[in-house]
T-cell receptor, first 113, second 112 residues
């Protein structure tokens, strides 16, 4: 079964710290992987999309990496700020899965002053 | 542009009642999706559409129906609501040959 896992479920860090969020997936045959941010009571906002042929993508203080062979992706957030507090979700489009994204359950991040 | 919008934002139903959730987009998305989000389970795909007049089942389609009569709108129907359908429902869309999905703000549904 194609599954996506995110550990830990929650993370609390002091402001200014660099941090890494983890995402693992059970099948290396993927089309792409996306990281989303979800604020409480809101919809999802796409942060970064990595195609299967890419190793990483960067946007501002965010850097996402992809290692298909090990079934892992990481989202690196540099110099964290309280405004980064949100739930971060990883979603994978598996090859042969059609148009479907398979989501992880997310990591709830709190950046404290 | 409004992006992806959902109506209503919140609704309370009694078991057995019916309702329709509306998703509208002005981003010319070809693909549209309905997901439900439950605590500890992540987002799960209910139904999706690859274009006007088309629909397809997702991971958890039972108890739901959909229609895409116009490209801009994707409707999700519950014919006979059950407490297990208490959830937050999200609509999303993406363009042809585009991979990024754009999400609506969600509809919170409580079935008593």
């Amino acid at each position: 079964k194609q599954e996506v896992t995110q550990i830990p479920a929650a993370l609390s860090v002091p402001e200014g710290e660099n941090l890494v969020l983890n995402c693992s997936f059970t099948d290396s045959a993927i089309y792409n992987l996306q990281w989303f941010r979800q604020d409480p009571g809101k919809g999802l906002t796409s942060l970064l999309l990595i195609q299967s042929s890419q190793r990483e993508q960067t946007s501002g203080r965010l850097n996402a990496s992809l290692d298909k062979s090990s079934g892992r992706s990481t989202l690196y957030i540099a110099a964290s700020q309280p405004g980064d507090s949100a739930t971060y979700l990883c979603a994978v489009r598996f090859t042969g899965g059609g148009n479907k994204l398979t989501f992880g359950t997310g990591t709830q991040l709190k950046v404290e002053l | 542009n409004a992006g992806v919008t959902q109506t209503p934002k919140f609704r309370v139903l009694k078991t057995g009642q019916s309702m329709t959730l509306l998703c509208a987009q002005d981003m010319n998305h070809e693909y549209m999706y309905w997901y439900r989000q439950d605590p500890g389970m992540g987002l799960r795909l209910i139904h999706y559409s690859v274009g006007e007049g088309t629909t397809a089942k997702g991971e958890v389609p039972d108890g739901y129906n959909v229609s895409r009569l116009k490209k801009q709108n994707f409707l999700l129907g519950l014919e006979s609501a059950a407490p297990s359908q208490t959830s937050v429902y999200f609509c999303a869309g993406r363009g042809w040959r585009k991979e990024t999905q754009y999400f609506g703000p969600g509809t919170r549904l409580l079935v008593l």
